[in-house]
């Protein structure tokens, strides 16, 4: 059963931005690790960002960093990615997971922890970076 939706994918030229949600109306995603994960065609998928359940700590991937900014909205029981100065290279299907620990959210990140490690998955938004 999905849990998670995403939205705020779309069309966008390079050097434009977006800013993506994942939300829930199942249960209070304040108490996970939540992180976004990115997969293009013909491409494994990769790790892009994350924020703990805790402390507020977060992770980016070298390709990223510097450019997206993730975030939470305890209101609005979502989490955003702002995504800056995006880049062809950025266009991929986006999507959300939850997970109860944020040690284990990041192993997922940076691919030491199957995908199923996580609690729960959203069923994506796709960005396109074209002119």
């Known amino acids: 059963q999905v849990q998670l939706v995403e939205s705020g994918g779309g069309l966008v030229q390079p050097g434009g931005s977006l800013r993506l949600s994942c939300a829930t109306s199942?249960?209070?995603?304040?108490?996970?690790?939540v992180a976004w994960f990115r997969q293009a065609p013909g491409a494994e998928r990769e790790g892009v960002s994350g924020?703990?359940?805790?402390?507020?700590?977060?992770y980016y991937s070298n390709s990223v960093k510097g450019r997206f900014t993730i975030s939470r909205d305890s209101a609005e029981n979502a989490v955003y990615l702002q995504m800056d100065n995006l880049k062809p290279g950025d266009a991929a299907g986006y999507y959300c997971?939850?997970?109860?620990?944020?040690?284990?959210?990041?192993?997922?990140?940076?691919?030491?922890?199957?995908?199923?490690?996580?609690?729960?998955w959203g069923q994506g938004t796709l960005v396109t970076v074209s002119s």
């Open positions: 924020i703990s359940n805790s402390d507020g700590s977060t």
């Open positions: 997971a939850a997970g109860r620990f944020w040690s284990r959210v990041v192993a997922v990140l940076r691919g030491g922890l199957a995908d199923n490690a996580l609690d729960t």
């Open positions: 199942k249960f209070t995603l304040g108490y996970y690790a």
